[in-house]
């Protein structure tokens, strides 16, 4: 009998689970939908099945995707758990049966079991297949369709080893770039590099070491150049076999890029030095010769983490803002110039991929416009749009009682100058205690909605999501 779940802060309100998988065919909709708009919007978050063992963590849910699917000015919705192995075991069982973050505390009916993820973090549309990710196993590919779970995707077998939760798709070239941490399936400063092309082979993989251990979410490309960052969010087996932190914020470690000529090697990266700070995600970064740019929401302390002793890090210090980073390759020097590009709190950075890893004008995030420090990591009130040649911010705030997570950019045409499109989003109404999804008008986001589709329940808050147009199909 399932056990009901603790009064733990990532547990209520916006996060607390959601315990159904439902169909809702046609969705009440207050506005208009663009009649341009048709696709499907797939978003993936963490929505623990039961109540946790020990204590709960944000990121240790199982991922459930929620595909809101738009066409002909009409909104259709479904969710379904990502049916991993851990999902199906404690399914069965019942109850919790893995600790994610305390390996100590996994019931012994799951001991020695191969687990394949959770599947909770992104959910990308790549050669045709649905791939649900989580940065520390293999993808997990989901049926576009019916969202039916199909299972591991190991590129024809050749990926050995994890796959980031945030890969990079080159618009020009088609090709899906990422790297894994943990590489060597340890906690250890082992990396790995991939690429796949645009049919979905796997034609490039190489390994290094990375300075230390480190917890490395995202990643950035240019036309030209690859970029690690490897900051001191450190990971320690060690720690946690002494009832440590897994995962903790290490201060007394310095911040190090490597920089790798895309068409390089590993062989050839380049390691910059910088005061600690912390980013999950970038906003985009591009190359001019030797100049390397990175847009970047850095935190000054890692959130969500406690320092390596257990004790907890410090709310007022994180607080994520939009940060460049610029790298001269041409200076025999190992540092880079930091510069914050605005003060408003934001996260869940996005542009329009098309302009993915080359110079461009427009991004997007979720942001906190009320409230200077302190914002938590989940739940923002207003979705900005920033544009970099004037640098003027514009924001929606979502209403009283809202909160919203990560936007998405889908462009009116495939030929839409740059900026020119939609942004989506999920909003949970805590006066409701449900969702609704709002399609804005991208060149004009402090207008507010052009069409709002309402559910009768909750969407948890969640990490991130992407566009599958109407007109691609999946490929067996």
Not at 124 to 153: M, N, Q, R, Y
Not at 263 to 279: K, L
Not at 370 to 378: I, Q
Not at 455 to 473: C, I, Q, S, Y
Request: glycine share 10%; with cysteine.
């Amino acid at each position: 009998m399932a056990k009901r779940f603790p009064n733990h802060p990532q547990l209520r309100g916006g996060f607390a689970p959601l315990r159904m998988e439902c169909d809702a065919p046609d969705l009440e909709i207050e506005g208009e939908v663009p009649g341009d708009l048709a696709g499907t919007f797939f978003r993936n978050g963490p929505n623990p099945q039961y109540a946790p063992r020990g204590d709960h963590h944000w990121f240790g849910g199982d991922g459930m995707l929620h595909a809101f699917q738009i066409e002909g000015g009409r909104v259709s919705y479904r969710n379904r758990w990502v049916r991993t192995v851990k999902w199906k075991l404690e399914h069965d069982a019942g109850e919790s049966l893995f600790n994610v973050f305390d390996p100590r505390d996994t019931d012994p009916r799951a001991m020695g079991v191969k687990e394949d993820g959770l599947a909770n973090t992104n959910v990308v549309w790549h050669a045709g297949k649905l791939l649900a990710l989580e940065e520390g196993h293999a993808p997990f590919e989901v049926d576009p369709d019916t969202l039916d779970s199909i299972g591991p995707w190991t590129f024809g077998d050749k990926l050995v080893g994890p796959m980031t939760a945030h890969p990079k798709i080159d618009a020009e070239t088609g090709e899906m770039l990422f790297f894994g941490y943990n590489a060597d399936g340890n906690i250890s400063e082992h990396m790995s590099f991939h690429v796949v092309d645009r049919d979905g082979r796997l034609i490039r993989s190489e390994t290094f070491l990375a300075p230390y251990a480190a917890m490395v979410h995202d990643f950035m490309v240019t036309r030209d150049h690859v970029i690690f960052p490897i900051m001191p969010l450190t990971g320690s087996m060690e720690r946690a076999m002494k009832g440590l932190p897994v995962f903790a914020w290490e201060p007394e470690k310095p911040t190090c890029i490597g920089i790798m000529p895309r068409h390089g090697s590993v062989a050839d990266i380049r390691w910059f030095h910088g005061d600690p700070a912390y980013v999950f995600h970038p906003m985009n970064a591009h190359s001019n010769g030797d100049v390397v740019t990175c847009d970047v929401c850095e935190f000054e302390q890692a959130p969500l983490f406690p320092l390596a002793d257990g004790r907890p890090g410090d709310p007022a210090k994180a607080t994520p803002r939009l940060t460049r980073w610029t790298f001269d390759l041409s200076r025999n020097t190992d540092d880079f110039k930091h510069e914050r590009l605005h003060d408003i709190p934001c996260e869940f950075p996005r542009l329009d991929e098309r302009r993915t890893g080359l110079d461009y004008r427009y991004g997007y995030f979720a942001c906190d416009s009320r409230n200077d420090s302190g914002t938590p990591v989940g739940a923002f009130n207003g979705i900005g749009r920033v544009d970099h040649h004037s640098g003027r911010i514009e924001v929606y705030d979502v209403g009283a009682g809202c909160a919203t997570n990560e936007p998405i950019f889908v462009p009116r045409s495939a030929d839409a100058p740059e900026g020119v499109g939609y942004l989506l989003a999920n909003v949970h109404d805590g006066g409701r205690n449900a969702g609704h999804l709002v399609i804005l008008d991208a060149e004009n986001v402090a207008a507010g909605p052009l069409a709002t589709a309402y559910l009768d329940h909750r969407v948890p808050f969640g990490f991130h999501g992407n566009w599958k147009p109407a007109n691609e199909a999946r490929r067996p």
